[in-house]
């Protein structure tokens, strides 16, 4: 079995912070990683993908992500924050021996960065 | 940029309903998705199909019917409506295996 834990619920900062959202995942063999967003009353965006190579991966809206191997993590970064950054965002994983049968999501971590 | 059309937005039907959710894609994707997102539990995947004809169970599929019948169009189907199901229901389309999925605007769903 396969699943991903946020373990942060809600994570509120200042603007011109520096954003870090916690990701681990459970899975017997390599994993391919993502991060989507949902703004408020819309629908999941894709942020960015680890498939293999770099373990740093830079996306959309000047997000980062690291993947490690060692702690089973993918954690995502942004710095400095933006008010517009307030969103719910979604690990997600995608394993090798689900051949295209769909992600599983987090739970999400909902952003607010206050002005 | 990549289209999933969610139709309708909002739907409200009564407990034993039958309720039909479509979704259209115009991205010439052979993978759909069908997923419920519910405080608490994220996203779930219902069913997902790999082309037309195509139909795979999901995580949570009780209660859920879907079909595919064409590369463009994917429905799932509530034939007995219940208020567990009451939720936001998202399609998503992608090209594949690691590949990025591609979401509608989802479809709200009260089951009374």
């Known amino acids: 079995a396969q699943s991903v834990d946020q373990p942060d619920a809600h994570v509120t900062l200042s603007e011109g912070a520096s954003l870090e959202l916690r990701c681990s995942y459970s899975?017997?063999?390599?994993?391919?990683l993502f991060w989507y967003v949902q703004y408020p009353g819309q629908s999941l965006q894709f942020l960015l993908k680890y498939i293999t190579g770099d373990t740093v991966v830079k996306g959309t809206k000047g997000f980062e992500a690291e993947f490690r191997k060692s702690n089973s993590s993918f954690n995502l970064k942004k710095s400095p924050a933006h008010w517009s950054d307030s969103a719910k965002y979604f690990c997600?994983?995608?394993?090798?021996?689900?051949?295209?049968?769909?992600?599983?999501f987090g739970l999400g971590t909902r952003v607010s960065v206050f002005p | 940029e990549a289209a999933v059309t969610q139709s309708p937005r909002n739907k409200v039907t009564v407990t034993g309903g039958n309720v039909t959710l479509s979704c259209r894609q115009t991205n010439s994707h052979n993978y759909m998705y069908w997923y419920r997102q519910d405080t608490g539990h994220g996203l779930r995947l219902i069913h997902y199909?790999?082309?037309?004809?195509?139909?795979q169970i999901g995580d949570v599929p009780d209660g859920y019917k879907a079909t595919r019948t064409t590369q463009e169009d994917f429905f799932l189907l509530l034939e007995l409506a219940s208020p567990s199901q009451t939720s936001l229901y998202f399609c998503a389309s992608s090209e594949g295996f690691q590949n990025t999925l591609y979401f509608g605007a989802g479809t709200r769903l009260s089951v009374l």
């Open positions: 899975y017997s063999a390599a994993p391919y």
């Open positions: 997600a994983l995608e394993g090798l021996g689900n051949y295209a049968q769909g992600l599983t």
């Open positions: 199909s790999y082309g037309a004809g195509n139909l």
